[in-house]
């Protein structure tokens, strides 16, 4: 076979704008939400040791616009990707099974080694994970899809919907609950305790085996994640933004039912504090419920709006330097964690469970924007990110030309 036939990574010139942009909001949003992941414990009393007003503000703001939005908007366009990759390299004649097996694994080992060397918080393991069983549906009909989306939605529900009933049964009925229910908030502390001794002045070894810890946790498809990577596919088999001009009305129906829908959900999961239920606290148990409503809403609402915006002229060339991060989003994804774990941890400025939520939003759009400067001037020499350059020749079995000609 000649080298011509094989199949090849996408052409600059071959990009879909749309997406390249929409990845490089979805960036930021991530680094807003992992901010406080980064910076502290997951149960850390941030109301307690920082109570004033703008701190406050800061936390629930990004409880209300961020937490969770962005995450789903980037899985969204996981599944997307895969659509326009598989349509690619069968258009080119290419195997699209074995490339993309080679895909997810490669995605794998940087997922583990992510989570296991820098931060707990990966997703891109999960996203490996639940590409396997993407690949099994891939030539499924887009009803098909969207029907199981809905379906692993709903398990989900189901899920929260139980840890819910817990923690309302615990809360009206404590004592015939312990009989039951075991959870103590006195773990919370232990952990949160344990994090700062071990991220401020324990070894590099110690932080890889808290991590450790959790990562054994995460190796099952999660529902969640599942239903967007598949949603995400349903949208890139019908090609909705990959010619958003063609779904325009569609686009702005969308945009607006999705926020009324998602206002009134992400008031009361801004209230409830948390993406993930808890036994032993209702108003996190009800916002985190509320949070599989609301959160999706305002990403569609996001990517709707986005996807508009840049079919214009005036938006287009103003949203142009994030489409630079969004081709580049996996190495901004590794180099956000690398920065701030520096900062944060032990080996770095030891500045763990120290920054209060304000300071910590000062820094989250300091780094955004060395990285809008720092993709504009990389892809200008360059034609992936250095992440993204392993990944195609891992991918691809021979080294892809990383310069740019001339």
């Not at 941890?345 to 809008?372: C, D, E, F, N």
């Amino acid at each position: 076979m000649e080298t011509s036939s094989l199949p090849e990574p996408i052409q600059a010139r071959e990009r879909i704008k749309t997406l390249d942009i929409l990845r490089g909001v979805a960036v930021l949003g991530i680094l807003l939400v992992n901010m406080g992941g980064y910076s502290r414990p997951e149960y850390f009393p941030v109301g307690q040791v920082w109570p004033g007003l703008a701190d406050h503000a800061v936390t629930r703001l990004i409880l209300f616009f961020a937490q969770g939005k962005f995450v789903t908007l980037f899985s969204l366009l996981f599944g997307v990707g895969m659509a326009v990759q598989m349509e690619r390299v069968e258009a080119r004649g290419g195997r699209f099974v074995p490339l993309y097996v080679r895909r997810l694994l490669v995605l794998l080992l940087v997922g583990l080694a992510h989570g296991l060397l820098l931060w707990d918080g990966d997703i891109l393991h999960t996203y490996a994970v639940c590409g396997f069983v993407l690949l099994l549906l891939r030539r499924r009909s887009p009803k098909t899809l969207l029907v199981t989306a809905l379906a692993c939605w709903a398990l989900t529900f189901l899920l929260y919907a139980a840890v819910t009933g817990v923690s309302l049964y615990q809360h009206f009925d404590p004592r015939g609950a312990s009989i039951y229910f075991t959870m103590d908030p006195a773990d919370d502390e232990k952990q949160v305790a344990q994090e700062l001794r071990v991220y401020t002045g324990g070894t590099f070894g110690e932080m890889v085996g808290l991590r450790a810890g959790t990562l054994l946790f995460d190796w099952v498809a999660d529902p969640f994640v599942l239903a967007l990577l598949l949603l995400g596919l349903y949208i890139g088999r019908r090609g909705i933004l990959q010619d958003v001009a063609a779904h325009e009305p569609f686009l702005r129906r969308v945009r607006w039912r999705a926020f009324w829908i998602g206002l009134a959900g992400n008031l009361l999961f801004a209230i409830g504090g948390s993406i993930d239920p808890s036994p032993v606290s209702v108003r996190q148990s009800v916002g985190a419920l509320c949070a599989l409503f609301a959160a999706p809403s305002f990403s569609f609402c996001y990517a709707a709006t986005l996807a508009l915006l840049a079919q214009t002229g005036a938006w287009r060339r103003r949203l142009a330097p994030l489409a630079a991060v969004g081709q580049t989003a996996l190495t901004n994804y590794l180099l956000q964690s690398l920065v701030c774990t520096t900062i944060f941890y032990g080996y770095g400025l030891k500045l763990y469970g120290s920054v209060r939520p304000v300071y910590a939003l000062l820094l989250t759009l300091a780094i955004y924007a060395a990285q809008v400067w720092w993709s504009g001037w990389w892809l200008r020499r360059y034609r992936f990110g250095p992440v993204e350059w392993l990944w195609r020749s891992l991918t691809y079995g021979r080294r892809q030309p990383w310069l740019r000609a001339g």
